[in-house]
Nanobody, 124 residues
Framework: QLHVVESGGGLVQPGGSLRLSCAAS????????IGWFRQAPGKEREGVLC????????NYLNSVKGRFTISRDNAKNTMYLQMNSLKPEDTAIYYC?????????????????WGQGTQVTVSS
């Protein structure tokens, strides 16, 4: 069965950090462009970070630049989203995704695989 599963969400105070994980099963994550997306209540899903296999093409949401980092561990077939200096406006359900084509995933938000989502709440 081919899928990705997120973990690591939760409640954190403003200024805190969280690391989200996304484990791939049934396929090799290194063969894909990877990305993280989020959806807040009443809003459309938006791309947070998206990066090609080579790392040469990267799309960042301006509001997370300098605070969020995407990475992958090929040995574990897992990707990560490190989130620092979290703000209340970062509160959302976060989804990981993998796709064969950079434009389709990072611009059109069309993925071959979507995770089920993990809730991140930033509140004091």
């Amino acid at each position: 069965q081919l899928h990705v599963v997120e973990s690591g969400g939760g409640l954190v105070q403003p200024g805190g950090s969280l690391r989200l994980s996304c484990a791939a099963s049934g396929f090799t994550l290194d063969d894909y462009t990877i990305g993280w997306f989020r959806q807040a209540p009443g809003k459309e899903r938006e791309g947070v970070l998206c990066i090609s296999r080579s790392g040469g093409n990267a799309n960042y949401l301006n509001s997370v630049k300098g605070r969020f980092t995407i990475s992958r561990d090929n040995a574990k077939n897992t990707m990560y989203l490190q989130m620092n200096s979290l703000k209340p406006e970062d509160t959302a359900i976060y989804y990981c995704a993998a796709g064969r084509q950079v434009f389709r995933l990072c611009v059109l938000k069309e993925a071959d695989y979507w995770g089920q989502g993990t809730q991140v709440t930033v509140s004091s």
